[in-house]
């Protein structure tokens, strides 16, 4: 799967991992930025620090099976 159009591992970052991982082979940067942000319910776990959405502790865009997860949301969300 890896560079694939679901998966993209960029060792290379300077920030890789950005969130700490048991698994650097299962760490999917293809949503750097999650797209699902904006989202109260965007199925991850965030916490509301000063009125700001902290995402620090979610890892739900970087799993390998989050691509269908994180399309099926938006497609979801452009149909309401």
Do not use: V, W
């Not at 998966?7 to 048991?22: E, G, I, M």
């Not at 082979?25 to 942000?37: D, G, R, S, T, V």
Request: proline share 5%; with cysteine.
């Amino acid at each position: 799967m890896e560079n694939s159009h679901s998966f993209f591992r960029n060792y290379q970052c300077r920030y890789f991992p950005c969130h700490k991982t048991s698994n650097d082979m299962n760490f999917n940067c293809l949503f750097c930025f999650c797209p699902l942000y904006h989202m109260e319910d965007c199925g991850g776990s965030y916490e509301i620090k000063n009125n700001i959405k902290n995402c620090m502790n979610c890892k739900l865009p970087h799993r390998p099976e989050a691509y269908d997860y994180i399309i099926d949301k938006l497609k979801k969300q452009r149909a309401e």
